[in-house]
């Protein structure tokens, strides 16, 4: 396995000229920023005017990080060159380009769009058009591959809260005590761990999912005619499986902050 050329703010402008990624006359006029962010990930936000701002994310060489790499790069492919998910290229940022030797993901940057939980701790109020697009989204998203579209690229497994009995809590969380506490919990919660298993053996391999449905994963921005609107990212677990998953991830997102309450005196404040 060759080594990783790591992504640096240094660095990146190299990469994006070689690739003819970005708009010179913007650099040369001073229209360059590059911001770090502090995820798993390598992210950096390429700042090149409203409209030429770049986002780039670079994954580990670890078997699971190319997994994933590949998973979102398959899912961009489905939505470029097959019929049936179409509908679904306007709903995620544009990707420009992808280095598979290291990693690379180029995606349009949207500069001014927030996702969606620092969108409502900020308004302080459940849109219910956001949450009808967000619906529509997920339709969009969970169709039947046609017989003749590849998703060999795609691995059809379980989530690993599915798998948890076929595991030690220590495997999945490696280094993380907390996590491994409450992994134990529920393993030695029977109801809990066989309810688990009956949703495992009900797993349907049949639409694509996105496999990660939470509110930071949608970004809330501004359409052409400045109407609010959303993009669905971070596909890097993408696969062919049960369209129920991708709504109880969003219906979690929803429960788990009315639980915790905007105003717990009033649960029905923020509706």
């Known amino acids: 396995m ?12 190299r990469f994006l000229h070689k690739r003819q990624l970005i708009d010179n006359h913007a650099v040369v006029k001073g229209n360059f920023m590059v911001i770090p ?6 992210i950096l ?20 990080s190319v997994s994933q790499f590949q998973r979102e790069i398959n899912a961009y492919a489905l ?17 420009l ?3 598979d030797e290291n990693n690379i993901l180029i995606t349009k940057l949207l500069p001014d769009a927030k996702n969606l939980s620092e ?42 809260v599915l798998r948890l009995h076929q595991f030690r809590a220590a495997d999945f969380f490696v280094g993380n005590q907390a996590s491994t506490e409450i992994i134990q919990l529920i393993k030695d919660n029977s109801v809990l761990q066989n309810a688990l298993i ?17 509110w930071i994963n949608f970004l809330v921005t501004t359409n052409d005619t400045n109407q609010l609107t959303q ?11 049960d369209p129920l998953w991708d709504v109880a991830g969003l219906l979690q997102s929803y429960i788990s902050i009315w639980v915790l309450g905007f105003d717990n005196a009033n649960p029905y404040s923020n509706t």
């Not at 993009?231 to 499986?241: Q, R, T, V």
């Open 2 to 13: 060759s080594p990783l050329m790591q992504l640096t703010p240094e660095n990146i402008y």
């Open 37 to 42: 962010a502090n995820t798993r990930n390598t």
């Open 45 to 64: 936000k390429i700042m090149v005017g409203k409209d030429n701002s770049l986002f780039a994310k670079q994954m580990g060489k670890d078997p699971v």
């Open 79 to 95: 939505f470029k060159n097959n019929a049936e998910f179409s509908t679904l290229a306007h709903l995620v940022p544009d990707m």
């Open 97 to 99: 380009d992808y280095d």
């Open 119 to 160: 969108y409502y701790m900020l308004t302080k109020n459940f849109d219910l058009t956001l949450a009808r697009e967000q619906a529509h989204i997920l339709s969009a998203c969970h169709v039947v591959p046609d017989a003749k579209t590849d998703t060999s690229g795609f691995p059809k497994i379980l989530p690993w």
């Open 198 to 214: 009956d949703l495992a053996d009900s797993w349907q391999y049949t639409h694509l999912i996105h496999g990660d449905i939470k």
């Open 231 to 241: 993009k669905l990212i971070d596909w890097e677990l993408a696969d062919i499986g």
